[in-house]
T-cell receptor, first 113, second 113 residues
Framework: QKEVEQNSGPLSVPEGAIASLNCTYSDRGSQSFFWYRQYSGKSPELIMSIYSNGDKEDGRFTAQLNKASQYVSLLIRDSQPSDSATYLCAVIPPIQGAQKLVFGQGTRLTINP | DGGITQSPKYLFRKEGQNVTLSCEQN?????MYWYRQDPGQGLRLIYY???????QKGDIAEGYSVSREKKESFPLTVTSAQKNPTAFYLCASSPFGGGLGYTFGSGTRLTVV
């Protein structure tokens, strides 16, 4: 089982709708969770971090964390064509010593005008 | 402006040749990381360093080497032992522990010719 799993997509959403991206992780004791956005040919950019159960909102983005289900999601409201990118879920698993980010394979999101 | 600078942006390697990718940061971050990304894939950790003069292997260290002689610099050498080096290489840094997420450089695209 992969440590961090995402549906690779592509996920196609009409402009103005809500895009929902999902991620599951295997290490129950993981504490820190991140969403990165990566445009084609570019490096990842941190857009959300979440550390406790529940929702965290930042503008049009909402991250949701459910540690009991080992599930983290990202909602993008009022989707825009500029949101078209690959979204990477990343988790810091509970390994002693260095805290290393483990990435999922990413979900490719396309917003259709 | 603080950030991470990777150079060169594009690099071409001949068979049997060693090449070195540069990574410099002025964020005063303690930890630095090297990831490899293949098309349509997530990021895989090559090496990481939490302090000067110390570094550890990641998940795919074979065929790569690093040094950390200065806090600001973490160069990666792709040796001739790496049989499939064509990929997008990303350098990242974080405050000690990484719990606040990583900041990425713009990447180096390496191609074997």
């Amino acid at each position: 089982q992969k440590e961090v799993e995402q549906n690779s997509g592509p996920l196609s959403v009409p402009e103005g709708a809500i895009a929902s991206l999902n991620c599951t992780y295997s290490d129950r004791g993981s504490q820190s969770f991140f969403w990165y956005r990566q445009y084609s040919g570019k490096s990842p950019e941190l857009i959300m971090s979440i550390y406790s159960n529940g929702d965290k909102e930042d503008g049009r983005f909402t991250a949701q964390l459910n540690k009991a289900s080992q599930y983290v999601s990202l909602l993008i409201r009022d989707s825009q064509p500029s949101d078209s990118a690959t979204y990477l879920c990343a988790v810091i698993p509970p390994i002693q010593g260095a805290q290393k980010l483990v990435f999922g394979q990413g979900t490719r999101l396309t917003i259709n005008p | 402006d603080g950030g991470i600078t990777q150079s060169p942006k594009y690099l071409f390697r001949k068979e049997g040749q060693n090449v070195t990718l540069s990574c410099e940061q002025n964020l005063n971050h303690d930890a630095m990381y090297w990831y490899r990304q293949d098309p349509g894939q997530g990021l895989r950790l090559i090496y990481y360093s939490q302090i000067v003069n110390d570094f550890q292997k990641g998940d795919i260290a074979e065929g790569y080497s690093v040094s950390r002689e200065k806090k600001e610099s973490f160069p990666l050498t792709v040796t001739s032992a790496q049989k499939n080096p064509t990929a997008f290489y990303l350098c990242a840094s974080s405050p000690f522990g990484g719990g606040l997420g990583y900041t990425f450089g713009s990447g180096t695209r390496l191609t074997v010719v």
